[in-house]
């Protein structure tokens, strides 16, 4: 009798040695296999045969994909003009009985460890045959492991689809109790569990309905579960109240010119479409929609919360596919097509056209812009203070000379500059506020409980104190939320809003006659597309769980963000995860979690465009809300200055973006390749704790990077900043910089001194202007605030000379170093932390420094002196890692003589009475063993007589007794 597949008495590995086996020698082991079918009924192999080389089919067959029509498809068939044989007296099986045949035998010149397989005459056995060949020129011995492995259940590789569906579309409302007949137990509602069981006699199986949604009504209500069919569409010509689960297969259609709110808690397009636009009768969008819809994602409602309690973090994630795609509550999960096309307006965001003073109740900007009265705007920060970013309503809209005058429904908080582009010399920087538009006639919801306070009073929660643990007792104690403990608690209790996922994933599927006859063995594949412009998202995002939008998987083109905002947010805005070809552009992203937007995902994530985005406070996720949070920095160089605009993708087109207002870098990224001029191109951080961030763990393998056309001002540590490891050339062109605290800070890792490695490596900066104090520098110096600083990894207070005002410096001297540096996590970010490499170069050419000098007289930079070009303070420990640097075709506008160069330590003045100031030599680092490789352990300067007619030479410091 045949065995059943858990009972099989064959063998599934076995190992035999060939010895003394002479060069190009062929051996044929055949092994009788009583249960073996090559194919199931769709032409997929059930069994795969490894000898040490991994899958493969036998020789013998083929796969033939004639006619093929999905990924994957093809059947497993045997060769018929198969002409390689070997006679043997048992090689054929008839009923069990061994007779005279031939053996199929995979051909001479075949590669070692090939094998084939001939069936038993009843197909119930096969003879498995390998064949062990000799090595190439000697007499070798030939050990060899067969491994029989079982294919899964749906085959080795893509089952079918299921048959096409027939049948004809109907178009119905969702008042009208006729759409929803007979849908609820229906069998092929995925809402719907079925049992199945074998038929006799038959392939086929029996279904009965094990559970099913059960309404109270006949019109979906609370806390219903909701199936719209293949062979519907549906209008929402009413809201609908707080669903449970709403599965489209078929069209939902938001169409009205008034306003109607879909409410869920979770929404799964699988395979359908949702669309919210003016569409025609065939479902066509004609148009923009104008009315005003919520599509309002709730984590939890009353039927879950009754089971799972009321917070909608413990609300069961559904997992979705064989790829297990988790779909959290409080997400529409994009497997089939949205489309979301709100009412259009002139512009998503502009520049400010005139400074703006706090207390102000009208603010002139660029451009006529057509925002209706009501419309809610922010305005971005333009000092150090990332947080002064000021929200706001505005009550009507003037034009007047080409901009437009926006009267405000409340003063403003904070003052906004708009200082126009600064002309210095040949070269210029535009510096000014932007204002973003946050309001759209489609909004995409979360429930906004605790947004009646605003961000900045928001605080955390505490160990309990177990001497007064009750509420109120003016602390936010661990337990206790805004919801259970308002008194003490401020702001929102779980911080869960709403988000959507756009994905792909495939299913095995059983495909069910109305009578529950089923079929199984087909797979079903889901590819989400978005296509989405003038929409808003308001409380967007999970905190620590997910982002507002996600793609991932996603590779067919076709989607896009195009003018959406992103308003009040508890996680990043967008998140771009192996997926490739999504667009998202002139979009405004406001108070989000670090990094706002991010393309992750290195080769698998391909020709993402992200292109004139506004992004306005960024949020460091682990000091949120003043706590400390568990989060760990797995790349902590990376991540404890991670961009509000981060790129980790591949071919990523990041153009005409601006940062407006990170409690860390604006963008992270590792360049662009040094030939690129295309792919980073206008982009633009201010107000920020760093500008741009080179990730040195995506650098790794290249020999040049580049960061070109990028503008930075008001930074409050570094405009640029990079600890690159290995490459040969780090180029810098056309870059801006104003009023950053740190301008230009290269380290450049990896060519081991110790080892004597020669290497060499080079910076260049070239077509750049660095501004020491412009029009928008205040000798106040304002320090960002709330808990931008707390994280000590941010090392706020590191720069010289480290308290908390100190000078501007516009270029810091490039760092040559063996190895990484111990920042962030021992050290601050300028640390030397390894031995000097013996090579390298920094070369400035065609650059313009402009208002380096004592720019204040009153207040805490009183008497300060900024300067043009620095070394790193003696803390830092690497001043024999400075290597040559040369200057060409430099210009200076108003940089005083003392405000050229400085290098921390004891001042040497000469006839011009300028000063270079050099860090003194410290004899602790002489190592006559390492006076193979380096004159002198210090630094000596070479310079052009316009910066310093000072020429020293080594011999004037600390020089190795031998060369």
Known sequence: MDLLP???????????????????????????????????KYGRPLYWSDAGGGYTLPD?????????????????????????????????????????????ISERDSQHRRWTVKTDADENGAIHTIHVRGRDRSASHRAVTVEIKSCPASGCWPPPPPPPRTGTITVANWSDVDTWRNLTDHPSNPLVRLEFSEQSNSDDLSAVVAKAPRWRSPLPGAGDDVWIPWWKTVILDVSTPLLGHLVIEGNLIVNASTSVNLSATWIEIKGGSLIIATTDEDANVVGPYTGTCYVKLFGTNPKLSAIHGSDPRETPELIIGREGVALGSGVLGVMGKLVAKGKPVSHTWVALAASAAAQDSSVLVEGEVDWESGVEIVLSPSDFDMHEADVVRVTSVVWDNGNSILTLASPLQYPHFAGGTMQFGTRSIEVRSRVGLLTHNIVFSGSGEGEDTPYTSWNSQLPIDAADAVCPNSRCENGETSETCPQDCIGPAHEYGAGVLVAAYTEDYTSCTSDLVCTSGFRREFQGTADMSFVEFRYYGQNNLRPGVQFQYVHQGNTSLDSVSFNRGYFGAVWVDRASNVVVENSVFYRSHLPTLQVVGGSVSLDNIIERNLGVVGIFWNTHRGATQGKGLDRPKLEAMIGMFHDDGTATILNGNVAAGSERAGFTSPGVQCDDTVSFVGNEAHSCLAGFWFNQYRIRGRACTALTDFRAWKIYEYAVYGEVPSLTLLKIDGLATADARAGVNILMAGADALSHVRKDQRVLLTNSLIVGHSDNGNCLRKRPSLHTCAFYMAWCDHLPPQVRDPQNSGVYISAFLSGPNMAPKIKPWFDGGAYAALFGQTDLDGVTFANFGQPCNTGPRAGRWDHAVTGVPPSAGMADGWHPLTLKNMELVNVAMEA??????????????????????????????????????????????????????????????AK
């Open 6 to 40: 858990h009972e099989m008495a064959d063998p599934d590995k076995w190992s035999f040695q060939v010895w003394d086996t002479q060069a190009m020698e062929d051996f044929y082991f055949s092994q009788r296999m009583l249960q073996w079918d090559i194919a199931d």
């Open 60 to 104: 013998n067959y083929f796969v033939n994909q004639t006619a093929c029509t999905y990924v994957g498809c093809g059947m497993v068939e045997e060769r018929q003009d198969w002409t390689s044989v070997d006679y043997d007296v048992m090689g054929t099986y008839v009923n069990g009985s061994g007779l005279p045949g031939d053996v199929p």
């Open 900 to 961: 050229k160069i400085r290098m921390s330590g004891t001042s040497i003045a000469h006839p011009q009475g300028n000063q270079v100031l050099l860090q003194p030599p410290n004899p602790s680092w002489i190592n006559q063993a390492d006076c193979i490789d380096m004159d002198c352990d210090g630094p000596k300067v070479h310079a052009n007589p316009s910066w310093s007619s000072a020429v020293p030479t080594c011999a004037a410091y600390l020089a190795c007794s």
